[in-house]
């Protein structure tokens, strides 16, 4: 749907003047983001007039709200971002319990012009809404909008049905948004999100020091000219959003929405993941002992979890994201923090069997935990007929003659696998000891760690 339902309005000079969707698309991209790096800002931003007037026959609109709309006798000219706003009979429903009649105008006046501007700018914006959630009560529900860009989240609200509700409503936007790490914003200097309860809105923002601040007043959308406004601020907020993607995060999930895996479902939460498996765990006894030890710190560098067996979910912590190393200094910090991990794991009599960088995660800082333990096992048990094609498998658990039995060396092979690309000849060679086809000569775990460790100390010690 484009903003106007015809091809052209009377110019200035009483001639016609063509509307074309460029013409539009020019002038909405037209956002100086660098003066818009406070929330105060932000909210004079958000408020502003759009960049082309929208013009109308109805002198009460022109005469009320100037900024946003010239008188015009075209009839053949209306704005249709705004119909929904002037011609709707906008009756919300008190029942806190009943939020499907309210979401219908929230979605006129907030969703739909996210989604027209978003069209008019060839934006890569999906929407979608809280799914009837069967998740144990202990795990947060997942916000009521959601909106995300080239598949990263950027802005939330939470909704509530009763007018009384919009404290809970503001509360859980509160709860939600402080709880993210830091490295999800990527280079984003804001998220957005809102509030709203009945006929009650209001928009935030999120800052980088985790900080919520209110970008607009308390809209009430009984009232005209507030409908009018609501209207303006989504769209100016999906503007700012046109200047986003060069700052999105790499290497995370999409917030909030659930992702199809091999083994089941997982999806991305403010602080946590939350997987649910589709069949049971390999080992599960195993599986949980492990992570028990992680809780007790037997384990470093490794991801917690509460494991529910009944329901067959994870809620794993904390949240970080895939990064490849890009250079040896990178690679050895991140092999040092993945060897501390197996270093704990081996001692106790188990193995990993799936070690390699998609099951690793960057927290920052040079900081790197081990993650995905559901394949997990015992040291020396078979491993499993599913897990034989796996593609970092060493050769010779595949091997008939080994009755495919795996132990830590096959582990540490997964681990010199991880080694690709490099230039430094010291990590070259424990690449090839950790590959040798002589499983007993392989480095262990402590070993490994042992040998990057001195490493790292002479790398720092020649800068």
């Not at 970080?320 to 009599?349: M, Q, W, Y």
Request: hydrophobic share 40%; proline share 5%.
């Amino acid at each position: 749907m484009y903003w106007f339902n015809c091809q052209q309005i009377l110019g200035s000079d009483k001639k016609s003047v063509k509307i074309f969707p460029g013409y539009m698309r020019e002038k909405l991209r037209d956002v100086d983001m660098s003066a818009l790096t406070t929330h105060k800002q932000l909210e004079a931003f958000i408020s502003s007039p759009l960049p082309i007037k929208c013009p109308t026959d109805i002198k009460r609109l022109s005469d009320e709200c100037p900024e946003y709309f010239e008188h015009s006798e075209d009839k053949f000219v209306e704005a249709n971002v705004f119909e929904n706003a002037l011609k709707r009979r906008f009756t919300f429903c008190d029942d806190g319990r009943a939020n499907i009649p309210n979401i219908l105008w929230w979605d006129m006046l907030i969703r739909t012009p996210i989604e027209d501007t978003a069209s008019i700018l060839k934006m890569p914006v999906k929407v979608g809404r809280n799914e009837t959630d069967a998740t144990p009560s202990i795990y947060a529900k997942h916000p009521n909008f959601l909106l995300w860009l080239n598949d990263v989240f950027v802005m939330t609200g939470e909704e509530r049905g009763s007018t009384g509700e919009f404290g809970l409503a503001k509360e859980a936007v509160l709860s939600k948004m402080e709880r993210m790490h830091l490295s999800m914003f990527g280079q984003m200097p804001f998220l957005f999100t809102y509030a709203a309860a009945n006929s009650l809105v209001q928009f935030f923002v999120i800052d980088r020091t985790l900080n919520v601040y209110p970008i607009s007043q308390l809209l009430d959308l009984k009232i005209l000219q507030n409908r009018i406004r609501c209207v303006v601020s989504a769209i100016n907020i999906c503007r700012i959003l046109n200047h986003y993607p060069p700052l999105l995060p790499r290497g995370f999930l999409p917030m909030y929405k659930k992702m199809t895996r091999d083994n089941g479902t997982v999806t991305l939460y403010e602080d946590y993941f939350l997987k649910k498996l589709s069949h049971d765990l390999y080992d599960s006894e195993a599986v949980m002992a492990i992570y028990e030890a992680i809780g007790r710190k037997q384990i470093q560098c490794a991801v917690r979890c509460h494991y529910d067996r009944q329901k067959q979910t994870l809620k794993l912590r904390p949240v970080g994201f895939t990064k490849l190393p890009s250079n040896d200094s990178e690679l050895i910090v991140a092999l040092i923090c993945v060897a501390r991990a197996l270093v704990g794991l081996h001692a106790l009599g188990y193995v990993h069997r799936d070690v390699c960088w998609p099951n690793i995660l960057c927290l920052g800082d040079d900081a790197y935990i081990l993650a995905d333990f559901e394949n997990a096992g015992r040291d020396g048990d078979r491993m499993p007929d599913d897990l034989l094609e796996s593609r970092v498998l060493d050769p010779l658990v595949k091997s008939e003659a080994s009755g495919h039995v795996y132990r830590s060396c096959h582990d540490m092979y997964q681990f010199g696998e991880l080694i690709a690309d490099t230039n430094d000849p010291s990590l070259k060679q424990l690449q090839i000891n950790l590959k040798s086809v002589n499983a007993e000569e392989r480095y262990t775990a402590a070993g490994s760690l042992s040998f990057l460790s001195n490493l790292h100390q002479n790398c720092k010690m020649i800068v």
